[in-house]
C-alpha cells in the first residue's frame, strides 16, 4: 500500500521536521511596529516597553508603515497612529492589512486622538484589533499588547508553517505539469469563494490551507501517471485514488493542521457517492473540501498543461456545470461558485484551437 510507503514515511518526517523549525522561528523575539507621525510619541511608546521582550520597527507616515508591514519578516504586532500622514493614514493602512490574507492575521492596535465613539467605529470598520487613545497609559499599553501578542503565539506555528506548505505545495505543483502560481491561484479562489458564501475569518484561513495542500499526496505519484493523457490502467487508477489518503499521512503528524486534513482527504468525493477515498455523498462532504474540489477542476483547467492548452473562462464554467449534472459536484454550489467567476474573473483568450480536456479531468471517475 502506498501509505506504507517509506518514500511517504520520509516526506511526512521531512516536511514535520521544516514545520518545527517554522515554528521555532516564529517564537522568537516578537517584532512590534511603532508607527507614529510624532516622534515624541513614538519615543514615549519606546520606553513603555521597555523591560519587555520586544524588537522595535518605526515608521513616520502611512506608506512607510505599510512597507513595514509586509517586509519580511513581518511585526508580531502593529501600533499604529489612525492620523497618520504621507497621504495614506492608519485607517487605510489598516483595511489594505486586513483585506489581504497573507497578513490580515498580524494583530493591530489602532491609537486614536480622542477615543470617541466616532473613532472607534472607525478603528473596528477598519479591521483594527485593539484601540488605545492618546495620551497612552503605560499599563494599559502593555496589558493590551500582551493580549493580542499571546494570541499571536498561539496561532505562531501555523502561521509559520505556510512558508514550508507553499514550498511543498509548489514542488507538488510542478511535478503535476502546472506553472509556479497555480497553488496561490487555487487558494485565492477558494478563499474569495468562502467569503461570498459566508465563511468566517478562521474557517478562511483553514480553507487556504486545505487549498495549499489540498493535492500534496501526489508528490507519491509516479510522473508516468500524473503526465498520462489517455485512460488509466485499473492499477494506475487506484494508485492515483491513495492521493488523499497519502496527502493525510504527510500532514497528520503536524497538529496545527488538523482542521485541514478533512479538506485533504475528501476533496475528490462526489457528491452522488462515487468518489474516493471513502465514497462520501451529499452533506456528509465536509463544505471546505466540497469547495477546494470544485476549485481544483477550475484552476486545472484555466491552466496551461504539458498536454493541453489552458481552457478560457467559458468552457471552464460550462464544464463545471455539466459535472455537476453527472453528479461529481453539488449543483448549487457550483451555480454560485460559476456565477461568482463570471461576475469578478475576467475573460481569458486562449487558443481556439486547444486541445479538448483530457478524459480523466472531465469524466465522473475523477
Do not use: W
Amino acid at each position: 500500500m502506498i501509505e506504507s510507503n517509506e518514500l511517504n514515511k520520509g516526506f511526512a518526517e521531512g516536511f514535520a521536521e521544516s514545520f518545527s523549525q517554522a515554528a521555532v522561528d516564529a517564537q522568537r523575539k516578537m517584532r512590534i511596529l511603532v508607527a507614529d507621525g510624532n516622534a515624541t510619541i513614538r519615543k514615549l511608546l519606546r520606553m513603555g516597553l521597555v523591560g519587555e521582550s520586544y524588537e522595535i520597527i518605526e515608521a513616520t507616515n502611512g506608506p512607510d508603515a505599510y512597507a513595514c508591514a509586509t517586509a519580511t519578516p513581518e511585526p508580531h504586532a502593529i501600533l499604529l497612529d489612525a492620523g497618520l500622514g504621507g497621504g495614506m493614514d492608519g485607517l487605510k493602512v489598516c483595511r489594505e492589512l486586513k483585506s489581504d490574507m497573507q497578513y490580515r492575521t498580524i494583530p493591530i492596535v489602532m491609537l486614536t486622538t480622542t477615543g470617541s465613539n466616532e473613532e472607534i467605529n472607525e478603528a473596528v470598520e477598519a479591521g483594527a484589533d485593539e484601540f488605545l487613545s492618546k495620551p497612552i497609559n503605560r499599563g494599559e499599553l502593555k496589558v493590551r499588547l500582551r493580549s493580542i501578542t499571546r494570541l499571536h503565539k498561539g496561532n505562531a506555528e501555523l502561521i509559520g508553517a505556510e512558508s514550508v506548505a507553499l514550498s511543498l505545495a509548489r514542488a507538488v505543483a510542478s511535478k503535476d505539469g502546472y506553472s509556479s502560481g497555480h497553488v496561490e491561484q487555487a487558494a485565492n479562489f477558494a478563499v474569495a469563494f468562502g467569503k461570498a458564501i459566508g465563511l468566517d475569518a478562521a474557517e478562511l484561513k483553514m480553507l487556504r490551507y486545505g487549498a495549499i495542500l489540498h493535492n500534496v499526496g501526489k508528490i507519491a505519484i509516479p510522473d508516468s501517471i500524473l503526465e498520462k493523457t489517455g485512460p488509466l490502467t485499473p492499477r494506475e487508477r487506484a494508485l492515483f485514488h491513495q492521493h488523499p489518503r497519502v496527502g493525510c499521512d504527510i500532514c497528520a503528524p503536524l497538529k496545527p493542521l488538523s482542521p485541514v486534513l478533512p479538506i485533504i482527504r475528501h476533496h475528490k468525493e462526489h457528491f452522488d457517492g462515487t468518489g474516493y477515498p471513502d465514497g462520501l455523498r451529499g452533506n456528509e462532504i465536509p463544505l471546505k473540501a466540497q469547495i477546494v474540489g470544485i476549485v481544483d477542476v477550475y484552476s486545472a483547467l484555466t491552466n496551461d498543461r504539458p498536454f493541453r492548452r489552458a481552457k478560457s473562462q467559458a468552457e471552464a464554467v460550462e464544464i463545471l456545470r455539466h459535472r455537476a449534472k453527472q453528479g461529481i459536484h453539488d449543483p448549487e454550489l457550483v451555480d454560485k461558485f460559476c456565477d461568482m467567476i463570471q461576475d469578478e474573473a475576467p475573460e481569458d483568450t486562449p487558443d481556439a484551437s486547444a486541445a479538448p480536456v483530457p478524459a480523466h479531468l472531465a469524466a465522473p471517475t475523477l
